[in-house]
């Protein structure tokens, strides 16, 4: 089964700075789709960016980019030039390819609390 | 700009009750999913659905749970004899196609007491 993994309970940021937070995930497919969710007090989960894990090239959305190793199996978000509104809970998550019979479902890792101080 | 949407924001019930949970996809999505948080931790699988009839599930949806779409927009889960434990935020999500990114709706707390 895969499993996502984000060691970062808690980071924090001074406004327009940049943070990175850190994911790793573990799977034994090769072809899958990493995604980063942000939920702010609303808990509303709403998407930042995703990546093909058949793709070379980082994902990137405006303020937001990935750095994608897929041979360490990491998958971390820069967030550049933060914003009060960045202020969330960010979460990774891991689907399958289902080309290759894989699961629907995503997979979550646990979350980092990323508070912006202004 | 289209979105999925949840009815109600929030529901209180008692142990043992029955609860319906509602939702909106996105009209020309194609898969449809619940997941739930337990305050304070991740968001985990619940129930995904397909053509009709469920194409995955966890081992969290037990007899206890079921899903229908009973028209052509709503997709609705149901909990028969709630517990405790059900207090949680359900979040129903869709996607064009099945590899396609998720969207999700703004949740329903459920609490049961």
């Known amino acids: 089964a895969q499993t996502v993994t984000q060691s970062q309970p808690e980071m924090s940021v001074q406004e327009a700075e940049t943070v990175t937070l850190s994911c790793t995930y573990d799977t034994s497919e090769s072809d899958y789709y990493l995604f980063w969710y942000k939920q702010p007090p609303s808990r509303q989960m709403i998407l930042v960016i995703r990546q093909e894990a058949y793709k070379q090239q980082n994902a990137t959305e405006n303020r937001f980019s990935v750095n994608f190793q897929k041979a360490a199996k990491s998958f971390s978000l820069k967030i550049s030039d933060s914003q009060l509104g960045d202020a969330a809970m960010y979460f990774c998550?891991?689907?399958?390819?289902?080309?290759?019979?894989?699961?629907?479902?995503?997979?979550f890792g646990k979350g980092t609390k990323l508070t912006v101080n202004p | 700009e289209p979105e999925v949407t949840q009815t109600p924001s929030h529901q209180v019930t008692q142990m043992g009750q029955e609860v319906i949970l509602r939702c909106v996809p996105i009209s020309n999505h194609l898969y449809f999913y619940w997941y739930r948080q337990i305050l304070g931790q991740k968001v985990e699988f619940l129930v995904s659905?397909?053509?009709?009839?469920?194409?995955?599930k966890s081992e969290i949806f037990d007899d206890q749970f079921s899903v229908e779409r009973p028209d052509g927009s709503n997709f609705t889960l149901k909990i028969r004899s709630t517990k405790l434990e059900d207090s949680a935020m359900y979040f129903c999500a869709s996607s064009q196609q099945g590899w396609t990114e998720a969207f999700f709706g703004q949740g329903t707390r459920l609490t049961v007491v």
């Open positions: 998550a891991y689907r399958s390819a289902l080309t290759q019979g894989g699961s629907e479902k995503l997979v």
């Open positions: 659905f397909y053509n009709n009839e469920i194409s995955e």
